[in-house]
């Protein structure tokens, strides 16, 4: 529960303090589906009035909480410190690899963490599909 308090101060009554600002960004995997081993992400931010970009970190597992992809490129990635910095207005695409066997119709989640905090400020999923009438893999 986040901190309030009511006091009186010369008739005065404070209600509530406000809020803090929380940072949000949206996001969504192209094609909504991961048909290969590599596959993007796009992410968006919207800004707020104290910030005009953020950094943040994208981790790509399965339910079971093992990591199964990788960023290898993207707008605003840097390698050094595995995060990427989204600017306001200005959408984000970053590029995964896979790096485990996924069967078809696995659900690969991902997370979008804030680099600073650790905080979950979004999350998708897309299932795994083959590509081919043949039932490949990813």
Do not use: C, W
Request: hydrophobic share 35%.
């Amino acid at each position: 529960m986040p901190f309030s308090y009511s006091s009186e101060f010369r008739g005065m009554v404070l209600d509530q303090m406000p809020q803090p600002q929380k940072l949000s960004v949206d996001m969504s995997i192209a094609g909504g589906r991961i048909t290969t081993r590599v596959f993007a992400a796009h992410l968006v931010f919207e800004g707020d009035l104290f910030a005009s970009n953020v950094a943040v970190r994208v981790v790509a597992g399965t339910g079971g909480g093992e990591t199964v992809a990788r960023v290898v490129s993207g707008d605003g990635y840097n390698p050094d410190t595995g995060s990427a910095t989204v600017s306001a207005g200005r959408p984000s695409i970053l590029t995964f690899q896979i790096t485990k066997n996924l069967g078809q119709h696995t659900e690969v989640d991902l997370q979008v963490l804030d680099a600073r905090t650790g905080r979950k400020l979004a999350s998708s999923s897309a299932p795994v599909s083959s590509s081919d009438s043949r039932g490949g893999r990813a």
